[in-house]
């Protein structure tokens, strides 16, 4: 009965407060399918026509190129050490004051989108703290809740959900590994068998309050406890065979992690982009050709969540990193090009859109990115490279002014490691670990530029051959590995921890 009073008190609340708001002062809010959010992106662009993009079906009539030999339509990249009036960047200071920003402008105008002059802030509040094991190691969890500002356009809210975990047996501050995912308490505290009776009797009267009948069934079994424990986590049990789980080797090594919720920042479809932090901005409106995607909505949720990190005492703000795996790949890329403030990234199977190359063509291509079904990721002006009719005529993946060897390159000095698996394993050749590697190649020469190491071989992209997998390219802050795994950046945690500890030049000390 008590929860269902509370339940009805919530609703009452909610309905009272949209009731409170006087919708007729605010623009309408659009309601778009997919589709039609995609039709008024080409209408506003003139597009008549895109190109299909390619199967992933090897077998199917369309299916994706996977011959090398026609994958370089356009074999030269843009010279990522050249600026726009064509003179070479031969000093830090060109770098950071003339070619960087010139390709910040490029990859905003037309690859990933514009942060709004306008974006409201965010207020982060701590909802749980709850002191936990993890496997072996003592940690204290907090779930987190960042309440972005909606007085502007209170139509729409935006709740950015995150989880810090940070070890208890180490002495603070920690590094912290910031992690694209669902975030969840991980093995939250329970209740003593003291209070858990406490618990059950008080349980027991609501049932019996609410259901009469209940009486006589508690009466039946007198020993029954409707709340028992779950199985607690046992710190003192052997580890088990294999690689501990990510968060595990993390913790053991010193470092924390915080899971971010992309989901609760912009949804992953073109229909959710009047809402979210992307519909917020846009007060519910369909967005412009240069208004920011999907890729660059996540990667700024990140930077608000670095921002609570940065408050946190616990967390050594200047040793943060940012992870994730494939389209969650691409948007740590984009969050560690864009926010200076990350120290390493850990970029994995991040393919077209990532750290593969826009104008190679194999397997997923620029029209995958194009067609409904992606298009949300990229700012809305990317379309034109999947366009086969329109008042500009046919563009390709060629006509793009940058490519994501300068993207990689926006990350440098900082460590930037970048993950694959193998197609035998599940990461597909749609991926184009080959395009990801020539990118890699064709970004050391900045690293190297602001006196950074790159994978330690020539410039050469054209010429470069990827390694075998399982060869570590891990001496310097640019970081290539090719594990034996599937679509995961799982098998790589165990070369990435101590790789990121060591150029992060941190040394664990136990708490006392």
Same mark, same amino acid.
């Given at each position: 009965m008590k929860t269902k009073i509370l339940?009805?008190?919530?609703?009452?609340?909610?309905?009272?407060?949209?009731?409170?708001?006087?919708?007729? &002062?605010?623009? &309408?809010?659009?309601?778009?399918?997919?589709q039609q959010d995609h039709d008024n992106m080409k209408q506003q662009l003139g597009i008549k026509k895109l190109r299909p993009g390619p199967s992933g079906n090897e077998s199917a009539p369309n299916h994706a190129n996977y011959d090398e030999s026609i994958a370089n339509p356009c074999p030269q990249l843009p010279d990522v050490l050249t600026t726009q009036n064509g003179k070479k960047v031969n000093s830090t200071d060109m770098w950071w004051n003339q070619r960087r920003p010139e390709l910040i402008e490029a990859f905003e105008k037309e690859v990933y989108g514009r942060i709004p002059k306008n974006v409201p802030k965010v207020n982060w509040t701590?909802?749980?703290?709850?002191?936990?094991?993890?496997?072996?190691?003592?940690?204290? @969890?907090?779930?987190l809740v960042g309440t972005v500002d909606?007085?502007?356009?209170?139509?729409?809210?935006?709740?950015?959900?995150?989880v810090l975990v940070v070890p208890t047996n180490v002495k603070g501050p920690v590094p912290v590994l910031m992690m694209f995912g669902r975030p969840s308490l991980p093995a939250p505290a329970q209740p003593s068998p003291d209070d858990l009776e406490k618990i059950n009797t008080a349980f027991k009267e609501m049932m019996i309050q609410s259901n009469?009948?209940?009486? @006589?069934?508690?009466?039946?079994? /007198?020993?029954?406890?409707?709340?028992?424990?779950?199985?607690?986590?046992?710190p003192f049990a052997p580890p088990p065979? %294999?690689?501990?789980?990510s968060t595990e080797q993390l913790l053991a090594a010193g470092w924390g992690y915080a899971t971010i919720d992309p989901s609760s920042i912009q949804a992953d479809n073109g229909a959710g982009l009047t809402r979210g932090i992307i519909g917020l901005t846009n007060k519910g409106q369909a967005r412009k050709p240069d208004d920011w995607g999907a890729l660059r909505?996540?990667?700024? %949720?990140?930077? &608000?969540?670095?921002?609570?990190?940065?408050?946190?005492?616990?967390?050594?703000?200047?040793?943060v990193g940012i992870e994730g795996v494939s389209r969650y790949g691409k948007g740590a890329l984009v969050a560690l090009a864009f926010e200076p403030r990350f120290a390493v990234g850990l970029i994995g199977s991040s393919g077209k859109g990532g750290t593969t190359l826009h104008r190679r063509v194999f397997g997923e291509a620029v029209e995958s990115l194009t067609g409904s079904g992606e298009y949300h990721w990229?700012?809305?002006?990317?379309?034109?490279? %999947?366009?086969?009719?329109?008042?500009?005529?046919?563009?390709?993946?060629?006509?793009?002014?940058?490519?994501?060897?300068?993207?990689?390159?926006?990350?440098? /000095?900082?460590?930037?490691f970048i993950?694959?698996?193998?197609?035998?394993?599940?990461?597909? &050749?749609?991926?184009?670990?080959? %395009?990801?590697?020539?990118?890699?190649?064709?970004?050391?020469?900045?690293?190297?530029?602001?006196?950074?190491?790159?994978?330690g071989v020539s410039n050469d992209y054209k010429n470069e051959k990827m390694p075998p997998m399982l060869t570590d390219m891990l001496n310097g802050e640019l970081a290539w590995r090719q594990h034996d795994g599937g679509h995961t950046d799982g098998p790589n945690y165990k070369h990435f921890i101590p790789w990121a500890t060591k150029f992060l030049k941190y040394e664990r000390q136990n708490a006392q």
């Open positions: 339940l009805l008190l919530c609703v009452c609340v909610t309905q009272s407060l949209l009731a409170q708001i006087d919708s007729s &002062r605010y623009p &309408r809010l659009l309601t778009f399918t997919t701590v909802k749980i703290t709850d002191r936990e094991f993890v496997g072996r190691t003592p940690v204290i @969890a907090k779930q909606n007085s502007a356009y209170p139509l729409i809210d935006v709740n950015i959900n995150m009469p009948e209940m009486k @006589a069934i508690f009466e039946k079994y /007198p020993a029954y406890s409707p709340i028992t424990r779950l199985p607690a986590p046992n065979a %294999g690689d501990l789980p909505a996540w990667a700024w %949720g990140a930077a &608000r969540g670095l921002d609570y990190l940065e408050t946190e005492p616990s967390v050594d703000a200047k040793k990229m700012a809305g002006n990317y379309l034109k490279y %999947g366009t086969e009719e329109s008042s500009f005529g046919t563009k390709t993946g060629c006509d793009l002014s940058v490519d994501s060897h300068e993207l990689i390159a926006l990350c440098a /000095p900082r460590l930037t993950s694959y698996g193998i197609p035998e394993k599940g990461d597909a &050749r749609w991926l184009d670990q080959n %395009g990801s590697y020539m990118a890699t190649i064709a970004a050391g020469s900045v690293f190297k530029l602001l006196g950074a190491k790159d994978l």
